[in-house]
């Protein structure tokens, strides 16, 4: 594959990737079978509550079966703000589902840490893990999180969800073989 | 109601309350330091008294204190005499509670800052447990007696006290590497004093 | 405080509605199956904080012989957002959406104490318009309902009935809906002012409300049918984390918890605020302090806001929401639009706050978990000096060690659905 | 002020004599007695209880011209009401600033005022800091009764280089006329027309223009001067406020730097009796500006970026052969630009080294600028003190321009070296402690980041020998450090630190081995640290 990587910046992995068939089939199975990992923390999971609940039904987009355990999940779903004390919580939460995994920022405060900016909240989440969608809202509506879900879906089947990007670049930099990069 | 339960206290404890005040409706007693755990057995005991339920325990940081547009006249706040320039810098405030009589006290100790301890008060009312923790957490006030002084919201790796007036609102002290993020040059607000 | 309180027996004086509901119970000392066994190790185990049965985030060291829990210890703090130091640097409006965020579930309650211990300081108590006491009132209940809502259909989620789950999120999306109509945002409002109330109820909020009520009174009848004599429910709940009345006094337990326990404390009926001395309404009180009795008050007390509710919609007058004092209402916005002198005061009010006069005051109401109590010191500006919030949640999680010592790993749960820790209550 | 670190080292003033009681008057103002020194206003005497009495043009430092009518009081035995700015305190003078008389004339008359008043609060540079807005909010606070159209007066007028006037906002307190008369002596603005056409101008053709026009706007209490400088950059009540002394000449004015996100946006003067009054001078407010201005953030070996670590062991590699060789080849220059910290620490490390010559650098005089009111020839603001340090250690030093032909390695304190010759420039290896780059800093072997004036906490010595303290408003860019602790590592990696003598942690220790040192400033002490006071947080002081 005579590519040169001159690069390993996450946007060159997009733009060489080339989806194969099996990659749509197989992003087309994964976006619709989300598995969420709720990691909920504060008063966003009231809301979290109210999509999952009987109104809004995140069920019908087929992601509504909270698991529990990292392992077996793959969207994580970080409702809350994310405090010093529980940023090594996240990120080995994080780090212990599967790859591909993806990530959405439920609310202000998982963005941008919102209106608590002082000594314990973290100005987001993606300080320490990186974050596919994020929505904005103090709570967000349901709606909001509805509409976030299917952007992440798109993401997915185009292949361009952040850990999608990280293995299709591992894959291309081993391909190119020693030498490179 | 409240000055019925001032003028007890200090009929029974006169040398240990330095003033008593009333704002608001809230009877506020200053206490000795040395003579807290003394003042409070006596609230929880005495039957006219009977303060049986904690409510809150905390801290006051009075560092940058300069009350303005106070009205003319005998000075309103503080009400306590010998408040001078020279004042220590804490005050641990009490707040209790009776069942029995629904009546209610604040107690408050001064407490200098290069001596920043009171007696724990969680031997009477267990409540006051992990208040005094939340306390120390929060101002770095020590509680003598405390059974288990530690950290409750912070992190041990934490340094410093948040609530402190001279504690920076934004100094964040991460736990996680942020290795991934752009270079930000990470500031110390206030930089070098 | 090692050992677990032994439950008080049935026949208190202040026992209600609830004695024929205590059926079934087990000693404590019965639980044991393990007993017999060979001599184990303790096991050191971890729960949370990010664990699906803790409402909010907290983490449990627990040590345990076996399935049973012989020591833990509680650490809170993963939510700690800072409220006291936030409030240090906000005006006292400001404050109001921080408020929202401590007790989520009931975001119109701590709005009310916020506003309840500015108006002490500034001398307003008892003198704001009736209509906006009385549409404090309603909200408060209202979002009374929704904590209550919440805590026993998540509780009972947690030990495998998700159809009260569902049934009783169904609940609440409707308050939500009349709540958001009032004020503007689903969950948090910030819907009070100094002062009064940021705006009137809609027009035909009577209505609205009525039939929301009736509908729930249905909901809560099945709900009621599928849990109060549900046999694992019961199993699950009757019996576990029991606390004694003495014991609830001396840690500071307030609310449904301490009521479950027999203490006959709510601060409407103790010392009343608002409007609450011309409501009639009763608080239950429990007899034996564990979980089902807390199920039971909770229960109950939502009945008792919908009585509160009732009456409120009979009560309540027509007139202005907010008090005629220029100190702390905004100028109408046509005005500040056009002449100068609102302006200034809009101006003010806006960028500086609302000067509230030097000294402190400790205001506190009947929140959804208790005793929900603001201490501020003032110092004339319109930025507190210091705020503090006593959060109820906090207070009662402390006890959770106790609660739980000497229970299975999986009465962990119920105690903790029951306890109705709020992460941004507890950890500010 | 607290800060201001007294006493006054030479010439100290007589002690205050108790004054004899026939210099104070007694006089009652609502209800309270109270005592003053004879001359007092009654305005003046009722701030002292504590009572704010509204007024515009009445100024503590200008001339008493009582043409608001703002201030008005009853005092009894006195038919009419009185303006208490020009009233005079008497002796058993009975005040009353409360009663129902007064009190409306004052609300009248600040609806008066308010009449012809644009809305302009929210696009106006002075909301928040406005004494308009503070004494409707806190005296009136009544709804609007007219709806007259108000007098529409020109916008924007351009009124020299400095200022910019807004003729609808000026409510006409000639505080700024007074303020150009008596601060800069230059009649330079006045009043035309009548009656509600009344407006401020200039003479037909002339400009606003003399050295001291800024604080016309620190004077006016409404927006109507704006600061070019200053318009539509920051908003007044989201900046906080730390003491500092202007370090624009030897004059040594009190200010207070208004900061906010890492930078300075203003300089205004801070009152201090025994200096400045309530002034400064507009090119001292405009000295913030050096402060982002060719800053050297990071060490530089030979012109390349380098840690600090690589940097100090860079210099000690290099000074340390031509110490060991002749003490004559080093020579240390201490700068009458940085504090005494910075360069008693320096001058300590020179004796350590025992380097043969020791010279100052200073900004030559600028011989115009001197006017026997603020400015002064002498744009050093710590010549004095260098020369104290110097005495007191007994350094010999000499100035700049007379660097001895040995040298062929200098340490330097500043980034510049007036009077020496650029070819000698280039042939010496230069280690410079500096906080900007350019100038001989700019060609330096060695150039190691120091913080700048408004970074650092330390002091400074004025042409009259005041010491006076500076306060660190915010933190220097990247890995600049105060200029005295780049000296200790500097010592330390040299043999002068194993000493011991040269191991300071905070500026603090610095100036006590100082005022040890130095005799005259044996009895100083060092003021305790002055936290940021957020103007929002001072509320309606406006």
């Known amino acids: ?181 | 109601m409240s000055a019925k339960v001032l003028d007890a206290l200090k009929a029974a404890h006169g040398a240990a309350i330095d003033s008593v005040e009333t704002q608001h409706g809230d009877a506020i007693a200053w206490v000795v330091r040395d003579r807290l755990l003394a003042v409070a057995t006596w609230l929880k005991s005495d039957p006219a008294m009977a303060f049986d339920a904690p409510v809150f325990a905390t801290c006051i940081d009075r560092l940058d204190w300069k009350p303005i547009d106070v009205p003319p006249g005998p000075p309103v706040y503080p009400a306590s005499a010998g408040w001078t320039e020279d004042r220590p810098r804490f005050e641990v405030v009490y707040q209790l509670r009776s069942t029995r009589h629904r009546h209610r006290l604040r107690l408050k100790c001064a407490v200098p800052e290069h001596d920043a301890r009171v007696p724990s008060l969680s031997s009477l009312w267990p409540a006051f447990n992990w208040q005094e923790r939340e306390t120390f957490d929060m101002y770095g006030i020590s509680f003598d007696g405390h059974p288990d002084q530690r950290r409750i919201y912070l992190y041990d790796e934490f340094v410093g006290y948040p609530l402190r007036k001279d504690y920076p609102k934004e100094k964040r002290q991460p736990l996680v590497r942020r290795d991934d993020l752009p270079i930000n040059p990470i500031k110390v607000p206030g930089g070098h004093r | 405080m090692a050992a677990p309180s032994t439950p008080t027996g049935p026949g208190d004086a202040s026992n209600r509605s609830l004695k024929q509901l205590v059926l079934g119970r087990r000693d404590v000392q019965d639980l044991s199956d393990t007993e017999q066994e060979l001599p184990s190790e303790l096991m050191t185990i971890n729960m949370g904080p990010s664990h699906p049965a803790m409402h909010g985030t907290v983490r449990i060291v627990l040590t345990v012989d076996g399935e049973r829990i012989v020591a833990s210890d509680v650490q809170p703090g993963y939510l700690h957002r800072c409220f006291e130091k936030e409030s240090e640097y906000a005006t006292y409006t400001q404050v109001f959406p921080y408020t929202d965020r401590l007790n989520y579930v009931s975001p119109m309650i701590n709005n009310c104490g916020w506003a309840m211990v500015a108006e002490k300081l500034m001398g307003l108590t008892g003198k704001l318009p009736r209509r906006a006491e009385y549409i404090r009132v309603i909200v408060s209940e209202m979002s009374r309902m929704t904590d209550h809502l919440t805590c026993v259909g998540a509780s009972a989620m947690e030990l495998g009935a998700f159809t009260p789950f569902l049934y009783l999120l169904k609940c609440r999306e409707w308050l939500y809906e009349l709540l958001e109509k009032v004020s503007g945002a689903r969950l948090t409002h910030s819907y009070v002012r100094i002062g009064g109330v940021g705006k009137d109820l809609t027009p035909n909020f009577d209505a609205e409300l009525t039939l929301c009520l009736d509908q729930i009174v249905k909901v809560m009848v099945e709900c009621e049918s599928m849990l109060n004599h549900n046999k694992i429910f019961r199993d699950r709940m009757a019996g576990v984390g029991a606390m004694s009345k003495d014991d609830a006094i001396a840690t500071g337990c307030v609310g449904p918890i301490a009521r479950a326990a027999g203490v006959d404390y709510d601060v409407r009926k103790d010392y009343p605020y608002s409007v609450y001395p011309e409501l009639e309404f009763d608080v239950p009180v429990g007899t034996t302090g564990d979980c089902y009795d807390r199920y039971l008050v909770r229960i109950e007390e939502l009945k008792q806001c919908i009585r509160i509710l009732r009456q409120c919609l009979k009560q309540i007058p027509d007139g202005p929401v907010m008090v005629d004092d220029p100190r702390v209402a905004l100028p109408a916005k046509a005005a500040t639009y056009n002449t100068i002198e609102s302006m200034i005061r809009h101006f003010k009010h806006i960028m500086d706050g609302i000067k509230v006069p030097a000294g402190e005051a400790y205001a506190f109401v009947e929140g959804g978990n208790g005793e929900l109590g603001f201490y501020v010191v003032a110092d004339g500006t319109g930025r507190p000096y210091k705020a503090y919030v006593r959060s109820p949640s906090f207070v009662h999680l402390s006890t959770a060690s106790q609660l739980i010592h000497g229970h299975l790993i999986a009465d962990v749960v119920p105690i903790f659905g029951m306890i109705n820790m709020i992460g941004g209550e507890c950890d500010k | 002020m607290t800060d201001v670190v007294k006493p006054p080292i030479e010439a100290p003033k007589p002690a205050p004599v108790p004054a004899p009681p026939s210099d104070s008057v007694n006089l009652t103002i609502d209800g309270m007695p109270v005592t003053v020194k004879k001359g007092t206003n009654v305005l003046e005497a009722a701030r002292t209880l504590g009572i704010d009495i509204s007024a515009f043009c009445y100024h503590p430092g200008l001339q008493v011209v009582a043409q608001c009518r703002q201030c008005l009081v009853s005092v009894e035995k006195n038919p009419k009401l009185q303006p208490s700015c020009q009233q005079t305190c008497g002796e058993g003078m009975v005040v009353h600033t409360t009663d129902p008389q007064s009190t409306l004339a004052r609300k009248q008359q600040l609806e008066f005022t308010l009449l012809n008043h644009p809305i302009d609060c929210p696009i106006c540079d002075k909301a928040g800091e406005c004494t308009l807005q503070r004494l409707y909010f806190e005296h009136d606070n009544a709804d609007s009764r007219v709806d007259v159209t108000k007098v529409h007066k020109a916008k924007v007028v351009d009124l020299g280089p400095t200022i910019v006037l807004d003729q609808e906002r000026c409510i006409l307190c000639s505080r700024c006329i007074r303020a150009c008369d008596e601060v800069a002596g230059d009649h330079q603005l006045e009043f035309a027309h009548r009656g509600d056409h009344q407006i401020l101008t200039t003479a037909p053709g002339a400009q606003l223009d003399n050295p001291y026009s800024l604080n016309t706007v620190d004077v006016c209490p409404v927006g109507a001067l704006t600061a070019k400088d200053f318009r539509f950059t920051m908003r007044a009540w989201e900046l906080e406020a730390t003491p500092s002394v202007c370090n624009g000449c030897a004059t040594g004015c009190n200010i207070e730097i208004h900061h906010k996100h890492d930078r300075a946006w203003r300089l205004v003067p801070r009152h201090n009796p025994d200096v400045n009054k309530y002034w400064m001078c507009d090119e001292g407010r405009l000295t913030y500006h050096e402060l982002r201005e060719h800053r050297l953030a990071g060490a530089l070996v030979d012109g390349l970026p380098a840690g600090w670590d690589r940097a100090i062991r860079a210099a000690a590699d290099h000074l340390s052969p031509i110490l060991a060789a002749s003490r004559q080849a080093v020579g240390v220059v201490l700068s009458a630009e940085a504090s005494n910290e910075d360069n008693f620490a320096l001058g300590k490390l020179a004796k350590a080294w025992g380097v043969g010559s020791v010279y100052v650098a200073a900004r030559p005089d600028v011989p115009g600028r001197a006017d026997g009111r603020l400015r002064v020839a002498d744009v050093n603001p710590n010549r004095r003190g260098v020369q104290l340090i110097a005495e007191a250690l007994a350094l010999g030093a000499r100035p700049i321009a007379e660097l001895s032909a040995d040298v062929r390695c200098l340490v330097m304190l500043g980034a510049e070296l007036p009077g020496v010759a650029p070819a000698r420039l280039a042939e010496l290896g230069i280690i410079a402690i500096t906080s900007h780059e350019r100038g001989a800093a700019a060609g330096a072997r060695i150039a190691l980041p120091a913080a700048a004036w408004a970074e650092v906490a330390g002091t400074v010595t004025n042409a009259g020998g005041l010491v006076q303290r500076m306060h660190a408003a915010f933190a220097p860019p990247g890995q600049a450090l105060p200029g005295w602790e780049a000296v200790v590592r500097l010592a330390q990696a040299t043999a002068a630190g194993a000493a011991g003598k040269l191991s300071y942690t905070h500026a603090r220790e610095v100036f006590k081995d100082m005022t040890q040192t130095v005799a005259a400033w044996s009895a100083l002490v060092w003021a305790r640290e002055a936290r940021p006071l957020a103007l929002r947080f001072a509320g309606s002081r406006g």
């Open chain 1, 1 to 181: 594959m005579g590519l040169e990587l001159t690069t390993t910046r996450l946007e060159d992995a997009a733009k060489w990737a080339k989806q194969s068939t099996l990659d749509r089939a197989s992003n087309w199975g994964r976006k619709f079978s989300l598995f969420t990992y709720p990691f909920v923390t504060a008063c966003c999971g009231m809301e979290f509550m109210s999509v999952a609940g009987p109104k809004y039904d995140i069920a019908r987009f087929g992601a509504e079966f909270p698991r529990f355990s990292p392992r077996q999940s793959d969207l994580l779903m970080i409702v809350g703000t994310i405090t010093e004390k529980q940023g090594p919580a996240l990120k080995r939460v994080f780090d212990q589902m599967t790859e591909p995994k993806w990530v959405i920022a439920f609310g202000v405060c998982a963005s941008t840490g919102g209106f608590y900016q002082n000594y314990h909240a973290m100005p987001g989440a993606d300080q320490v893990i990186p974050v596919d969608v994020y929505i904005p809202g103090c709570p967000p509506r349901p709606e909001q999180v509805l509409d976030a879900l299917i952007m992440l879906m798109d993401r997915i089947q185009s292949g361009r969800g952040h850990s999608q990007l990280r293995t299709k670049r591992d894959q291309l930099i081993a391909e190119a073989g020693p030498g490179e990069g």
